[in-house]
């Protein structure tokens, strides 16, 4: 008899179903992969729990020992927080697990790893410029380790690939849990979510102009804004909408130019012609992981402060 119809890919994980069609057409590729992140943001956005006034997010990395991308997208997060005003409404934290697999080894190690991963997780974050000692404590902080109980504390669960996904998923099956929570998302998710919003934006046309409401704001502290600061007056009424304004405000200018836009040598800057093109390429590799990170925390941050419901009543309303 006929061999029955097989779809392409199928029953492969989403990754390699997705690598599978882009080798026929990767336009369809790239389509079917913005739709799964739009998909993973739609799903993480009608979960959302704001009745707190706040949100934790949980960085989760399976490849060990450093978790050093968990802990450089918690990184990343608090420091765009602290720049955009809102870090006392999002709080985040990184997680690894005990069990994960072990680096790469001479025998070969995990299969879905390539040679560069033994060292190339602390390469990443030792390609972010502008690094102070207090940035460096806190990428040094180790992560927690994973447990179930976990998935019930936070309310938005990032795992930074498909692999630590699939990961925390098993666990959930082993223990006979719902494996498939709308909370558990991908980083890759919001790789693209600051420049979709902005573009929504542009076309409400929102206005973009910074607030004029007297206050305190990031910086020198200076005698008019101790005038407009009201000791003992609480907040009131739902946080006020802020533009989504440029991605890496209040956050150094070389981000901008190493880590937003790529790699800087790929861009014919920062040229060094005596290292090998090996380690031109590795340093190069590892820039464009650190801007991936960065412009999908920036995405995080943004989308999740666009999830307040604007007619939320908060404690402190008045009667």
């Known amino acids: 008899p006929p061999a029955p119809l097989r779809q392409p890919g199928r029953g492969l994980p989403a990754t390699a179903r997705l690598a599978t069609m882009g080798a026929a057409s990767p336009e369809l590729a790239g389509a079917l992969a913005a739709a799964a992140r739009a998909e993973g943001r739609g799903r993480l956005a009608r979960s959302l729990d704001w009745t707190r006034y706040h949100l934790w997010v949980y960085f989760l990395d399976a490849r060990g020992p450093s978790f050093a991308r968990a802990r450089l997208a918690r990184f990343f997060f608090e420091r765009v ?13 990184a997680g ?10 001479p025998e070969g190690g995990n299969p879905e790893w390539g040679p560069e991963d033994r ?23 180790p992560p927690y380790e994973f447990s179930l109980a976990d998935i019930g504390i936070y309310d938005v669960v990032v795992a930074v690939d498909e692999a630590t996904r699939s990961l925390v998923r098993a666990k959930l099956m082993e223990a006979e849990r719902c494996a498939d929570l709308d909370h558990i998302c991908l980083l890759d998710d919001f790789a693209d979510a600051y ?5 929504e934006e ?14 305190i704001g990031p910086g020198l502290l200076t005698a008019e804004g101790l005038r407009n600061l009201r000791p003992g007056t609480p907040l009131r009424g739902t946080p006020k909408r802020q533009p989504l304004g440029q991605p890496l405000e209040g956050l150094p200018q070389a981000w901008r130019q190493c880590l937003w836009k790529g790699s800087p040598a790929s861009e014919g800057e920062n040229d060094d012609a005596a290292a090998a093109p090996q380690e031109v390429a590795a340093i190069e590799g590892a820039e464009l992981q650190a801007g991936v990170v960065l412009r999908s925390v920036v995405g995080l941050e943004r989308m999740l402060c666009r999830s307040i419901p604007q007619d939320m009543r908060w404690w402190n309303d008045e009667e």
Do not use: K, W
């Open 202 to 215: 542009e076309a409400e046309g929102l206005a973009a102009a910074a607030d004029d409401t007297p206050g």
């Open 96 to 105: 690894g697990f005990r069990d994960a697999p072990p680096p790469p080894g």
């Open 195 to 199: 420049d979709i919003m902005r573009a």
């Open 119 to 141: 060292d190339g997780d602390l390469a990443v974050a030792a390609t972010v410029p502008e690094l102070h000692a207090d940035d460096l404590q806190n990428l040094l902080v």
């Open 81 to 93: 927080c602290q720049s955009r005003g809102s870090a006392n409404l999002l709080y985040c934290a």
